[in-house]
């Protein structure tokens, strides 16, 4: 698969509608692609799934006692615009990492 159809699909993974199908995507991109940009961009997406994932669980629980309501829509708009954001940047062949987990690996 081309290089720039397998970035769009890996930040796509994101609005999968399962959980789990969003880390899927990008594991199997990990484990079956030789292009090291792919494999490098597949494990900053699958890293910053599982951070936002932790993040929005932590701000759910704390919306019970209100001060968690704003990290709570903060987090998961951040879900919904990075992912578009790389889409948009992998359409136009630019490099792009993911912020949070980009610089970790």
């Known amino acids: 698969m081309d290089e720039k159809w397998s970035k769009v699909l890996i930040h796509g993974s994101a609005f999968f509608s399962a959980f789990y199908v ?3 995507v990008p594991l ?3 484990l079956m692609t030789k292009d090291a940009h792919v494999k490098s961009l597949a494990i900053q997406a699958l890293l ?7 993040l929005i669980t932590i701000a759910g629980v704390l919306s019970v006692v209100i001060i968690g309501l704003p990290f709570l829509l903060v987090f998961w708009a951040m879900t ?3 992912p578009i954001i790389g889409i948009v940047k992998a359409l136009n062949d630019k ?3 993911y912020p949070i ?5």
């Open 80 to 82: 919904i615009i990075i």
């Open 22 to 24: 969003s880390m899927l």
């Open 95 to 97: 490099e792009w990492n």
């Open 28 to 30: 199997l991109f990990f």
């Open 48 to 54: 910053f799934q599982l951070v936002m994932g932790i």
């Open 101 to 105: 987990v980009g610089r970790w690996v």
